[in-house]
T-cell receptor
C-alpha cells in the first residue's frame, strides 16, 4: 500500500518561513509533488522533485531525500494569501498521484 | 500553459438522477486522465484512471457501475454519477498530465455536486 504523512495544521506569522514535512511509504516512487489548494478551489501545482535535493521556485522550495522517504515544502516571506491547504503527493509509474492528508496553513498578521 | 477545463463547476440535483461532468484538455492531448473526489476538509481520493479508447481503471471501493467514465477522445473524459444519492455529494476533480521534459499534472477547476 501507499501512505503519506504530513502535519494537519501549521500556523505562522506574515513574513516568516514555514516548513511542511511529508514522509511516505509507497510501493513505487516516481517523484514527490506539492499542491496548494484554497478553500473551494482546485489544487494548483507548486513543485515536483524526482531526484534528491532542493528545488527552488520563487518563495517556495521543495526538498526530497529518497533514502529517507522524506520531503518538505519551504515557504519563505509568508503572505496572507499563502493561507491554504498544502498536499504532498507521490507519483507512481502509471502517473497516478496519491495524496497526503493535507496540511492547513494559517498565516497570521 | 496547459489548461484543463471542467464543467459544470457546480450542480444541484435530486436524488435518483444522473449527473455528467466533463473534463477537457484545452491545448494538449491527454491519453490518460484521472478523476478524484474530495469531501470537505479531506484529501483528494483517486477514483479512477480514464484511458482514451479503453475501459477506465477503478480504485478499490469505487463502484464502476455508479461512476461511469468515458474517454472518447484525446481531449475529453466524462464522469457520470448515476442514480445520485446525498452521500455522493462531494467535490469532483479531474486531472490530466503533459508528458515530456516539463511533465506536469494539471487539474480542472472541480465540480461541486450537491444531491438533495
Amino acid at each position: 500500500g501507499q501512505s503519506l504523512e504530513q502535519p494537519s495544521e501549521v500556523t505562522a506569522v506574515e513574513g516568516a518561513i514555514v516548513q511542511i514535512n511529508c514522509t511516505y511509504q509507497t510501493s513505487g516512487f516516481y517523484g514527490l509533488s506539492w499542491y496548494q489548494q484554497h478553500d473551494g478551489g482546485a489544487p494548483t501545482f507548486l513543485s515536483y522533485n524526482a531526484l534528491d535535493g532542493l528545488e527552488e521556485t520563487g518563495r517556495f522550495s521543495s526538498f526530497l531525500s529518497r533514502s529517507d522517504s522524506y520531503g518538505y515544502l519551504l515557504l519563505q516571506e509568508l503572505q496572507m494569501k499563502d493561507s491554504a491547504s498544502y498536499f504532498c503527493a507521490v507519483r507512481d509509474s502509471s502517473y497516478k498521484l496519491i495524496f497526503g492528508s493535507g496540511t492547513r496553513l494559517l498565516v497570521r498578521p | 500553459g496547459a489548461v484543463v477545463s471542467q464543467h459544470p463547476s457546480w450542480v444541484i440535483c435530486k436524488s435518483g438522477t444522473s449527473v455528467k461532468i466533463e473534463c477537457r484538455s484545452l491545448d494538449f492531448q491527454a491519453t490518460t486522465m484521472f478523476w478524484y473526489r474530495q469531501f470537505p476538509k479531506q484529501s483528494l481520493m483517486l477514483m479512477a484512471t480514464s484511458n482514451e479508447g479503453s475501459k477506465a481503471t477503478y480504485e478499490q471501493g469505487v463502484e464502476k457501475d455508479k461512476f461511469l467514465i468515458n474517454h472518447a477522445s484525446l481531449t475529453l473524459s466524462t464522469l457520470t454519477v448515476t442514480s445520485a444519492h446525498p452521500e455522493d455529494s462531494s467535490f469532483y476533480i479531474c486531472s490530466a498530465f503533459t508528458t515530456g521534459v516539463n511533465e506536469k499534472l494539471f487539474f480542472g477547476s472541480g465540480t461541486q455536486l450537491s444531491v438533495l
